[in-house]
């Protein structure tokens, strides 16, 4: 499961010095998550990077996302 989040509820506020709201579940979705192969990394990276994956969505991921977490 690939969970989308965004940041759009977290702002500064002046009167706490510092930033609140937090992170909000826009989706999950369903994905196939696979390293990144050693040949195909140099080919498309032109580097090896053994962090690199491939994510293989079952569905269109959500027009307005921050940033995701898989597990």
Do not use: C
């Given at each position: 499961m690939i969970k989308f989040y965004s940041?759009?509820?977290?702002?500064?506020?002046?009167?706490?010095?510092?930033y609140?709201?937090?992170n909000?579940?826009?989706?999950?979705?369903?994905?196939?998550?696979?390293d990144l192969g050693t040949t195909r990394s140099v080919q498309?990276?032109?580097s090896?990077?053994?962090e690199a994956k491939v994510?293989?969505?079952l569905n269109p991921e959500p027009p307005d996302w921050s940033?995701?977490?898989y597990r």
């Open positions: 940041e759009k509820g977290k702002h500064y506020d002046p009167k706490v010095h510092g609140v709201g937090g909000q579940l826009v989706s999950e979705i369903m994905a196939n998550v696979t498309i990276l032109g090896i990077n053994q994510l293989r969505l940033f995701f977490n």
